[in-house]
């Protein structure tokens, strides 16, 4: 059987030659950038006529149109590469500004633990040595190794309110009165105010040592009175650590203890002031230590 086929090419010939007139403008421009390619429905319109040529037999303008459309996809091959050089240029900027906000917070955050020891100390390695046995111990008890990285610059701010409480309490020599005793209380409540509503989980963490460094695990310290697991984690670590070396520093109104007295003081405390498995774990920071 033949099939007359005259009507269909006559047809796309028809087509052919309308497209050709649509497609004049674009082929005329040059291709700016890929987007405005992409929506101007150029794309399409090269499509659809490079297929009615090929069915209507016309390979020179099927040619055409295949040629057009592989430069419209070697306009977008290297827009897309500008795109991603300059994406990689921008998260290297901001990497870059990042670590160095990071590093800025880091340094106000030392130096505002200095300050806070220079109350009642003449260097800040105090709290310098607290932060890093609590990390130590952290480590021990198997905690994550960022959160211990955390809690080693939070801990050093566990004194911070000292600096409202007046030198005649926090530098006499002798034993405190109760009424002395209670201002200098007030330095847990007055250092989680002072951190307190920052938006640095840092500085967060050292709200929540600084209030709670003085509870005991018997429910018996201050400011609250909490008990047990009810501290939060962080600041019956830092307790145990902050006792310790106290307790081996000199200050006006004591001598330094050694380091047998020391560690026997907080083995008594093991249950009573201190949570048992965080001085199991302090005992054997402090071993590994020893010369
Ligand atoms: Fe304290």
Redesign the pocket.
Known sequence: MTVDTTNDTTRSHRDLATDDAALTASRRSARPNFDAIASDGTIDVLVAHGHNALAAGDLQVAERDLLDLLEIATVARRESEILRLRTAELERLIRAHTTELEEHQLETFERLAVMAEFRDTDTGEHTIRVGDLSAEIGLELGEDPAWCGQIRLAARL??IG?VAVPDSILLKPGPLTPEEFEVMKT??TIGAQILSGSSSPLIELGSVVALN??ERWDGTGYPNGRGGVDIPRCARIVTVA?VFDALTSKRVYKHAWSHDDALAHVLAGRGTHFEPEIVDAFVRVIGRRRP
């Open positions: 566990h004194d000292k330095h847990t460094h003085h902050d």
